[in-house]
Nanobody, 117 residues
Framework: QVQLVESGGGLVQAGGSVRLSCAAS????????MRWYRQAPGKQRELVAS???????NYVNSVKGRFTISRDNAANTVYLQMNTLKPEDTAVYYC???????????WGQGTQVTVSS
């Protein structure tokens, strides 16, 4: 079992920055690929960024060059630095831990990010 707790969301003006954090507990953090998803009202949940245990990253095209995912394995925490925010980035952001070998995943409760124009 993995417990995930997100923090750092809030209201920000367009062009601003926010850093989300996701603290993990309950299992061996290094075994998991960590992902950030988001879900805007009326839309499907979307994979935004991922980072493997080795530090390889991937991003959805719409956030490339603006968002950075990182992880601190000693602190069992994954981060999402979001810069140059746009109103279309408004969503609930969810942290996800995915165990690639046993194909199991866990979700956080989500944190709201609202970007005003």
């Amino acid at each position: 079992q993995v417990q995930l707790v997100e923090s750092g969301g809030g209201l920000v003006q367009a062009g601003g920055s926010v850093r989300l954090s996701c603290a993990a507990s309950g299992s061996i953090f290094i075994l998991y690929t960590m992902r950030w998803y988001r879900q805007a009202p009326g839309k499907q949940r979307e994979l935004v960024a991922s980072i493997t245990s080795g530090g390889s990253t991937n991003y959805v095209n719409s956030v490339k060059g603006r968002f950075t995912i990182s992880r601190d394995n000693a602190a069992n925490t994954v981060y999402l630095q979001m810069n140059t925010l746009k109103p279309e980035d408004t969503a609930v952001y969810y942290c996800n831990a995915f165990h690639v070998r046993i194909y199991t995943e866990y979700w956080g409760q989500g944190t709201q990010v609202t970007v005003s124009s």
